[in-house]
């Protein structure tokens, strides 16, 4: 039981309308789609009204709903708590649970790397104590508190990943979260629409430090663009500081090598030498981790061990996972890579896909557009064309309007099909790929590219 009739009320300051006895709330969502028996419906007002989904989200088993009012379609029996406002309330339950928690939490932001991070650090807490995370990448207004809602009493650590699109958001997530550690991985060129340039971003990203409790450390990466930035409001805010990546940094890694599609890190900590396996041939994820494990050991676990269960740690779909597909003629192998793009993340996959020891025949990038980059953003994609990794690389697809511009630049030796959108691609997949392949697929979210990775699990060729 998270959540007692009695205590729910009490965090919400509303009114109970209806009784549903002595059972508890298992759970709390805004999703009246994915409800689980005994769960909470909160009825935000987002793009469509939560409070019009009441009534289904009863059906699927929810115990209760959270509302500012009563539709007129809901029965008089269906049992809710009566607030003023909804959005207030959920972050009032998150301050109440968050406040009463004895767990240990780590709080995480960054322009990238954040979700992998907060996953990698989940995989290796848990063997040390009972640890709580949100399943996805929950990181904003509603993500943030709903992760703090659903912490149980008994847990020993927790997680929480906070992200921002405009300037303004870091510092109440941050707050809200009370973190004994916050871990910020990388300042690199996202949201420039909204932040002009990179100083903007870190300025941004560096306000999580304000969260921390009095006592709290923040891992920051020595190697990232304006470390200073964070340094200074680390330091100014009267937090102990940490950091990797850097020559002079607490944790250096002394070699990074590739062992048969995984990556074998050996690091120096406290005058001690260590090692560690990751489950990916992506070089990238290693920095991170050294910033993972300067967060177990702010935390007081053991980093040691945290070294050996870091192999257990897969990437998740859509973040740079490589799988093999089996078709009647033959496999491709597929790095998923859909789910976020900015040119730090576009250039580290890249890299990633042009590896030596990596399967594939042929190396084929199918890459989308990268979006909110503001002025920069026709630039942005030019300059892919120069990067180095593209040396290693057979051929390059583009989708949409944005990587025209890489398109243009590309030498025709590299240069592929341009394609408008996801469905013009999905429709030419037969005459792009061939068994044997090694395919990166690459792009903002919302390009919508991760069907065309469903297509090509699909495909019969």
């Not at 009695?6 to 309308?17: E, F, P, S, Y």
């Not at 306000?207 to 009095?214: F, H």
């Amino acid at each position: 039981m998270l959540w007692s009739q009695t205590d729910l009320v009490k965090a919400t300051a509303g009114d109970l309308l209806g009784d549903w006895g002595n059972d508890g709330i298992t759970g709390v969502s805004i999703d009246s789609r994915l409800i689980k028996t005994n769960e909470l419906f909160v009825a935000i007002k987002g793009k469509r009204d939560g409070h019009n989904f009441i009534n289904d989200a009863i059906k699927l088993g929810a115990k209760a709903a959270l509302v500012d009012h009563v539709p007129a379609e809901i029965s008089s029996n269906t049992p809710l708590v009566l607030v003023s406002c909804v959005q207030e309330a959920l972050e009032n339950l998150a301050r109440y649970r968050r406040k009463r928690s004895q767990a240990k939490l780590v709080a995480i932001t960054g322009s990238v790397g954040k979700t992998s991070s907060k996953n990698m650090l989940k995989t290796i807490l848990e063997l040390q104590g009972k640890t709580h995370a949100s399943p996805a990448s929950f990181n904003n207004h509603l993500g943030v508190p709903l992760t703090l809602a659903t912490l149980p009493m008994d847990a020993t650590y927790a997680v929480v990943e906070i992200g921002m699109n405009k300037p303004g958001e870091i510092e109440p997530l941050a707050k809200m979260t009370s973190a004994d550690v916050v871990f910020i991985t990388a300042i690199a060129e996202a949201h420039l629409v909204a932040f002009g340039d990179i100083a903007g971003i870190a300025n941004e990203k560096a306000q999580i430090v304000k969260g921390l409790k009095r006592n709290g450390i923040a891992v920051l990466n020595a190697g990232t663009p304006y470390y200073e930035i964070l340094k200074k409001q680390t330091i100014e805010n009267g937090n102990q500081l940490v950091s990797f990546s850097g020559i002079n940094s607490d944790i250096k890694a002394k070699q990074i090598r590739n062992l048969n599609g995984k990556i074998k890190v050996q690091y120096e900590f406290k005058e001690k030498e260590f090692e560690f396996i990751l489950s990916s041939a992506g070089s990238h994820f290693a920095e991170n981790s050294l910033g993972v494990l300067l967060c177990v050991d702010c935390l007081g676990g053991d980093i040691e061990k945290a070294s050996r269960d870091l192999e257990k740690w897969k990437p998740s779909d859509g973040r740079g996972s490589i799988e093999k597909i089996s078709l009647p003629l033959g496999n491709i192998f597929l790095i998923d890579d859909a789910f976020n793009a900015n040119p730090s993340s576009m250039r580290a996959a890249l890299r990633l896909l042009s590896q030596k020891n990596i399967y594939g025949n042929r190396r084929v990038a199918v890459l989308g557009d990268m979006l909110e980059l503001g002025m920069k953003e026709v630039m942005l994609h030019e300059e892919i064309s120069s990067w180095p990794e593209l040396a290693a690389i057979d051929i390059i697809h583009t989708v949409g309007p944005l990587m025209h511009n890489l398109h243009s630049q590309l030498p025709a030796n590299k240069k592929g099909c341009h394609y408008k959108n996801k469905i013009e691609i999905i429709s030419d997949l037969e005459n792009i790929l061939r068994k044997g392949d090694i395919v990166l697929v690459k792009s903002s979210k919302s390009v919508g590219l991760s069907s065309l990775v469903d297509a090509i699990r699909d495909m019969k060729i």
